[in-house]
């Protein structure tokens, strides 16, 4: 386990280093319309709210939300010598307060939808703080749903279930009801100031030499795509929403049990069996996300922490999918315990990315993320919450990925799977995007129905 001892940023000054977590993400860099500064580098999400809301307090606690997270109002520097970030004071948060009375229930889910869609295919800019909008749709005096976007240089997945969790104690406390206080979170400067002095230790090495190893010849899945990169046109991302029925779902989460896995690593599983039986390649690296926060002190910090990890599983000799989960979960459990920046792991693997790199190949990213401080139906104050899950409709704007395609699966409490990919829409078309969603189901619905079943590696699904 990493050593808990942080050491503090000194005299504070305002000015800080990038983490490594964003100098990867910061390789992407291409100017300030495109790209991780680019205006549709964010993250989106919305919540059904039970129970009156007032504007004023509401304001007050997205403000209350800003002050206490300074990576909110945090702007990332782009010197000519170097890069780095400066803290600004708190300023107030954009609210944006929409009226839509007379909407019967059965169609207030939709309209919840569509306002999400709206917002996600909207933009944030990197360099007005704070890098956080807010937009709150009311129904009548009983419901309403609240959107928040976070620009996705000062938060991932897991910060903003935590902003809405922290904004929900705030505007309780300044309705007067008596709730607990929020846990203390530590600045991501903090984070960033453990993390670099953390690289220098022997632990780090450690991992670093585990890498190299893991990563010796190996090379990144990579899909070919339907238009080259060098057709020069201008970069935009959609999105493709699909669900994965319950029983599918219900047979793959018990055989994760009885293997002693995940949910995730059966799904990885059926994806890996898919690219290997789609390029003929038995060595197969799937890039996808960590959390980043094995520190627990940082548990409650707003920033962006993810690393991306690739995950190598040799197939060759698999005789049944019971062993392609085994060899599945055995890379999972070694890349979770050897959890980099992903700037250390490709200083140790060069060759990595190089399929990527290519005119008419981009990258592709499988997760299947759960996260904490997930509300649900849960009532804080006078206020209950519940984060909007469920997402069918597909749209030909989102938000940015920096190359290629993200696929991001979801476990719904109803059973199923909601997932979505974004997809670079420059470089595919959503038929091929589809067909590729047709293929892992398919996949999928064979391995969990007879894990036992032998496997033909040249089989075409």
Not at 197 to 213: C, G, I, K, L, N
Request: glycine share 6%.
């Amino acid at each position: 386990m990493r050593s808990d001892s942080t050491p503090r940023a000194g005299d504070f000054d305002g000015r800080f280093p990038l983490s490594y977590n964003q100098e990867f993400l910061y390789g992407f860099d291409r100017g300030d319309d495109e790209g991780p500064f680019g205006p549709r580098f964010h993250i989106v999400h919305g919540w059904r709210l039970r129970g009156k809301v007032h504007v004023d307090t509401l304001q007050q606690a997205l403000d209350d939300v800003v002050a206490r997270h300074e990576a909110l109002r945090t702007v990332v520097v782009r010197g000519d010598a170097e890069w780095y970030q400066r803290v600004r004071p708190p300023t107030r948060v954009r609210l944006d307060v929409r009226e839509a009375a007379g909407t019967d229930a059965d169609a207030q889910d939709l309209a919840a939808e569509r306002l999400l869609t709206e917002v996600e295919s909207g933009t944030i800019d990197a360099h007005e703080l704070p890098l956080m909008k807010a937009t709150l749709l009311r129904f009548d005096e009983e419901s309403a749903v609240l959107v928040l976007i976070v620009h996705h240089t000062a938060a991932d997945g897991w910060s903003v279930r935590r902003i809405i969790r922290d904004l929900a104690v705030r505007y309780a406390a300044r309705r007067g009801c008596d709730v607990p206080e929020p846990p203390s979170a530590l600045p991501y400067r903090d984070f960033v100031t453990w993390q670099r002095a953390y690289s220098e230790s022997a632990e780090a090495q450690r991992a670093r030499d585990f890498w190299r190893r893991k990563l010796a010849g190996a090379r990144i899945i990579s899909v070919p795509t339907d238009r080259p990169k060098s057709a020069g046109l201008r970069e935009s991302t959609a999105v493709y929403r699909f669900t994965i029925e319950r029983p599918l779902v219900s047979r793959a989460v018990d055989l994760a049990k009885a293997l002693r896995s995940t949910p995730f690593m059966v799904l990885l599983g059926a994806f890996a069996l898919m690219v290997q039986r789609t390029t003929g390649s038995t060595d197969v690296v799937v890039p996808t996300f960590s959390p980043g926060r094995d520190q627990e002190r940082f548990q409650h910090t707003v920033g962006p922490f993810l690393n991306l990890l690739p995950l190598r599983a040799e197939l060759a000799g698999c005789r049944d999918f019971r062993e392609v989960v085994a060899r599945v979960r055995a890379t999972c459990l070694e890349a979770y315990s050897y959890d980099i920046p992903t700037v250390q792991i490709l200083a140790e693997a060069p060759e990595l990315m190089l399929p990527v790199m290519e005119d008419a190949r981009a990258a592709c990213v499988f997760q299947v993320f759960p996260f904490p401080f997930v509300l649900d139906g849960e009532k804080i104050g006078d206020l209950e919450y519940t984060e909007i899950r469920r997402r069918l409709d597909s749209q030909p704007v989102g938000s940015d990925v920096p190359n290629g395609a993200l696929w991001t699966l979801n476990l719904d409490p109803a059973g199923d799977v909601v997932a979505g990919i974004q997809y670079n829409s420059n470089l595919y078309d959503e038929s091929s995007v589809a067909r590729m969603v047709d293929r892992f189901r398919q996949v999928l619905s064979e391995v969990v129905t007879a894990p036992d079943a032998p496997l033909d590696p040249r089989r075409e699904p």
